[in-house]
């Protein structure tokens, strides 16, 4: 009974800002690296950001200072504060859980233009 449920996409102009969240629930959430990947129609898709339980971040580098990914462990969510936006960051957005490969939220749509 995983659950991943993403929230908070939409369609902004270029520079504006989002905050997505994703709530978890099923899995051993403070003990699992969490992660936000990306997808648009016909291509791969790409890690964005991640965390760990010890709250280590990484980031890929086309959002590096522009994305800051954060946890609250008491309420088992994974956050994804996205920043001066740009049209190249339209896609759905997932989280997902590392120790739990198998397992998908349906997504959230970012759509960035102008």
């Known amino acids: 009974q995983v659950q991943l449920v993403e929230s908070g996409g939409g369609l902004v102009q270029p520079g504006e800002s989002l905050r997505l969240s994703c709530a978890a629930s099923?899995?051993?959430?403070?003990?699992?690296?969490m992660e936000w990947h990306r997808q648009v129609p016909g291509k791969q898709r790409e890690l964005v950001a991640g965390i760990t339980s010890g709250g280590s971040t990484n980031y890929a580098d086309s959002v590096k200072g522009r994305f800051t990914i954060s946890r609250d462990n008491a309420k088992n969510m994974v956050y994804l504060q996205m920043n001066s936006l740009k049209p190249e960051d339209a896609a759905v957005y997932y989280c997902?859980?590392?120790?739990?490969?198998?397992?998908w939220g349906q997504g959230t749509q970012v759509t960035v233009s102008s």
């Open positions: 997902k859980a590392k120790r739990y490969p198998l397992y």
């Open positions: 099923g899995i051993v959430f403070s003990f699992s690296t």
